[in-house]
């Protein structure tokens, strides 16, 4: 089996968290070889005209997804499986749609509160159709006797 490795693409500028990506390539790489399947390794960033281009022409049965970000945007993790749907290419990892909603913080603890899961309550900003937290007094809620983690919408 022909698989194509696919993670994003790194720049000069980019983390070490991003950097890291390589190790994982060359571990899975390493492990698909010892299976026997021929390999492709391919990057990933925002010209994603471009990437299909590629993946067209690469022909891969299957696409080993190790895309994180694209052009150093977290919140852009959906786009690349997006993209092999849209060109019904099968690929390891989560889909689209999982992607986009976990990788979205408030719209994750809005669905998991929903289903009935615990989750800590939390503050804006954000748009007015984001669901609120509770005012002071009412259900016994004091913001004073929580401990605050605070994380941006998107990134990590």
Not at 49 to 58: D, G, I, P, Q, T
Request: hydrophobic residues 40%; aromatic residues 8%; proline residues 7%.
């Amino acid at each position: 089996m022909h698989v194509a490795i696919v993670h994003t693409a790194l720049s000069e500028e980019s983390s070490p968290d991003d950097l890291d990506v390589l190790a994982q390539v060359n571990a899975v790489e390493g492990g698909l070889k010892a299976l026997g399947h021929t390999i492709s390794i391919l990057t990933c960033d925002l010209n994603l005209s471009e990437m299909s281009r590629r993946l067209k022409e690469c022909n891969a049965d299957l696409i080993f997804n190790l895309v994180e970000s694209i052009s150093g945007h977290g919140r852009l993790i959906y786009l690349f499986p997006a993209l092999l749907d849209a060109l019904s290419i099968p690929y390891t990892g989560s889909n689209t749609e999982s992607l986009w909603m976990t990788s979205h913080k408030v719209l994750s603890k809005d669905r998991m509160a929903a289903a009935g899961l615990p989750t800590p309550p939390w503050i804006g900003p954000f748009p007015d159709t984001y669901p609120r937290l509770p005012q002071r007094g009412s259900s016994g809620y004091d913001p004073e006797a929580h401990t605050w983690i605070v994380k941006s919408l998107w990134e990590h």
